[in-house]
């Protein structure tokens, strides 16, 4: 008994050299691995179960240290024979000055080099801090797990999740269940979710939802990334953009919030949401502007025109849009729309429109077809604009309105809920009818400067041809039987339609015709000049927009 209590005194009255001295190493049989140094403690008792276990004590600002990491707490526990460590109260891991954790306890094992924290736990690399009620840390790995819950807080990026896995050599954090990404412009929703502290990029690889513009922008993805910091992103497996006037579904998406440009490819589709007045459009590359309500739609492009129930289907090889009032400031829009109470072509003050979503024109380039269920077209290019709803055709363009064609240099084409509702012609004007289907020989046919035809329900009702107009006409009975064919000239020709056909032919000045009997005249020469019937090309239905011209 007086030579353990001199022990005791002797070892008290030399702490400070022992405290400042590395421990003697043990048999390396019984512990492997770098050992547990002890640099400093207030206070130091050696406890000797037998001559196999033997444990140090320190407290008060006790400190450890393995190779190139610090061990701090108010008191600790050093098992000498499994080389382990237990720490008690405000404890701080100093792991080589790059990750330093905090906690109120501590278990570490030396050989395994393993530190099990518990209690207001804190990880921090300088950048990024990580809190949780439970972590595990690898010192070896830099690799740090917690799986009751935990947050990281990086700048202004506050991270949720139920499991998190830290990474120290590369700063990523692979974050599982219910994870939430809230940033001042970003909120992001998921189950799994990578996040790099150093550049800020959130990599996405299950379901997710992003939120930007307070909630009132979505994005709806399954893989990519996004780069928080700089605002921008790689979006894949078809992926979807919604906000309050449009839903953006593609396979592959790039989005720059910073620029508000986006590309889509791979079945990209636009759809407004305005089901009356609107638009949708489809193509395999997809270019935007938010910023200035621009779209550039490319390979194998359909513009989805909705008017009323129905829509109007149209295919080019290049779409381009944008807001009417922008075009407006730097050239010229003969805008125009048909008063129809007096016949004339009254201009329209676009600008003054207040609805946005009529704020739209369009332009096609080249091999542009257009199909609705009373009316088919193809020109070269054109151009259309929502807010009077009137195509502008150009280069060769040709429409159908049932067993009619009409063709010229350049056509407007006027459109009221889905239907035509006025032609006008310029230059080189010609209607051409089909008399019969069985008969293939047989054409009505009306040529002239210019070319105005009105519809009712979706049919021609009158047409009126000016300049040099020419007719050929096929007259018949009331039983439908040929009574002859008519051809004339006159400055102007008025044509009326019953049921989409010639009914009645009036002329105004220098009228000049003759009747032909039907079996004296060659009815195929019986053709004014320029005729060309051109059914082999026009579309059939919305799916034959698709094919070449």
Not at 135 to 152: A, I, P
Not at 510 to 537: C, E, K, S
Request: glycine share 6%; proline share 3%; aromatic share 10%.
């Amino acid at each position: 008994m007086k030579k353990t209590v001199l022990y005791i005194c002797l070892l008290l009255f030399c702490a400070p050299l022992l405290l400042n001295a590395q421990r003697p190493a043990p048999d390396t049989a019984k512990a492997e691995g770098k050992l547990l140094e002890i640099i400093s403690a207030e206070r130091l008792n050696v406890i000797t179960v037998d001559s196999l276990h033997k444990y140090f004590s320190l407290a008060g600002k006790a400190h450890v240290k393995q190779e190139k990491t610090d061990f701090y707490a108010d008191s600790m526990v050093l098992n000498e024979i499994d080389n382990s460590l237990e720490a008690f109260g405000n404890i701080h891991i100093n792991d080589a000055d790059s990750v330093h954790t905090y906690s109120q306890y501590l278990k570490y094992l030396g050989k395994e080099k393993k530190a099990f924290l518990k209690k207001k736990v804190k990880l921090t690399d300088g950048k990024g801090e990580l809190t949780t009620d439970e972590l595990e840390y690898d010192v070896t790995t830099k690799v740090g797990t917690y799986l009751k819950g935990g947050k990281l807080v990086n700048k202004k990026s506050v991270l949720t999740s139920k499991e998190g896995y830290y990474y120290g050599d590369t700063r990523d954090v692979y974050f599982k269940q219910k994870v939430v990404l809230i940033d001042p412009e970003y909120k992001v929703v998921t189950d799994t979710l990578q996040y790099n502290i150093n550049t800020e990029i959130a990599t996405f690889t299950s379901p997710t939802i992003i939120y930007s513009d307070s909630g009132r922008r979505t994005i709806k993805t399954r893989q990519g990334y996004f780069d928080m910091k700089n605002k921008k992103g790689i979006l894949n497996k078809r992926s979807v953009v919604e906000d309050s006037t449009y839903t953006f579904t593609a396979d592959d998406m790039a989005v720059d919030d910073s620029t508000k440009l986006g590309e889509f490819r791979g079945n990209a589709v636009y759809r407004g949401k305005d089901t009356a007045q609107g638009f949708d459009m489809i193509a395999n590359n997809i270019k935007t502007d938010r910023k200035k309500d621009i779209m550039l739609a490319t390979e194998q492009p359909i513009l989805i025109i909705k008017q009323g129930k129905d829509s109007i289907f149209v295919s080019a090889d290049t779409f381009y849009t944008a807001r009417l009032t922008d075009l407006e400031k730097v050239r010229k829009v003969p805008v125009v729309r048909l008063d129809s109470s007096i016949k004339k072509i009254q201009p329209v003050d676009s600008t003054s429109n207040t609805d946005s979503s009529r704020n739209k024109y369009f332009e096609a380039y080249y091999h542009v077809r257009i199909f609705s269920d009373s009316l088919q077209t193809v020109c070269d290019s054109m151009f259309y604009s929502l807010s009077d709803s009137v195509f502008r055709l150009f280069k060769k363009p040709v429409v159908w309105a049932k067993e009619n064609q009409i063709t010229g240099d350049t056509i407007y084409l006027f459109v009221k809920d889905k239907k035509p509702e006025r032609l006008l012609v310029y230059e080189n004007a010609m209607a051409i009818n089909k008399v019969d289907s069985t008969l293939q020989d047989f054409y009505n046919q009306v040529k002239g400067t210019t070319l105005n035809a009105w519809f009712e329900d979706g049919k021609i009702h009158s047409m009126r041809v000016k300049g040099n107009a020419e007719n050929i006409y096929y007259g018949q009975d009331e039983k439908n039987r040929f009574i002859g064919v008519n051809k004339s000239s006159s400055d102007i020709i008025n044509v009326l339609f019953d049921k989409g056909k010639p009914s009645r032919i009036s002329f105004l000045s220098h009228f000049d015709g003759i009747l032909y009997p039907m079996h004296q005249v060659d009815h195929n020469t019986l053709r004014l000049r320029g005729f060309n019937w051109l059914n082999a090309i026009r579309p059939k239905s919305k799916f034959d927009i698709l094919s070449p011209n």
